[in-house]
């Protein structure tokens, strides 16, 4: 059975920065590409960055692209998502994804390629 289990949410001042974790397990983990996604109230799911299976090429959301950082550790099965600088309009569940279908990055940023998603961990900013 595919788990995957997000933690390091939480609520932070605007500048401020959070570590969120996904640890994935029930799955080959190198063998997909694994992405964060959010989700604010009243709004559609929206991409935040992906990584690919080995880690070596990163895609972002341009409204993250100079704040977050996506990384994955193969070894322990676990995708990371640093962010900095963040702002009121971050506030959102943050859910990790595993995506296995998907060969080019141009496809990392579309959720219906992801076969399994997390439960989700609540990102709030204060202003």
């Known amino acids: 059975q595919v788990q995957l289990v997000e933690s390091g949410g939480g609520l932070v001042q605007a500048g401020g920065s959070l570590r969120l974790s996904c640890a994935a397990s029930?799955?080959?983990?190198?063998?997909?590409?694994m992405g964060w996604f959010r989700q604010a109230p009243g709004q559609e799911r929206e991409f935040v960055a992906a990584?690919?299976?080995?880690?070596?090429?990163?895609v972002y959301a341009d409204s993250v692209k100079t704040r977050f950082t996506i990384s994955r550790a193969n070894a322990s099965n676990m995708v990371y998502l640093q962010m900095n600088s963040l702002k009121p309009e971050d506030t959102a569940v943050y859910y990790c994804?595993?995506?296995?279908?998907?060969?080019?990055?141009?496809?990392?940023?579309?959720?219906?390629?992801?076969?399994?998603w997390g439960q989700g961990t609540q990102v709030t900013v204060s202003s």
């Open positions: 994804g595993a995506n296995s279908r998907t060969r080019y990055s141009g496809d990392y940023a579309s959720g219906n390629e992801y076969e399994y």
């Open positions: 029930g799955l080959t983990f190198s063998n997909y590409v």
């Open positions: 990584i690919s299976r080995r880690g070596g090429r990163t």
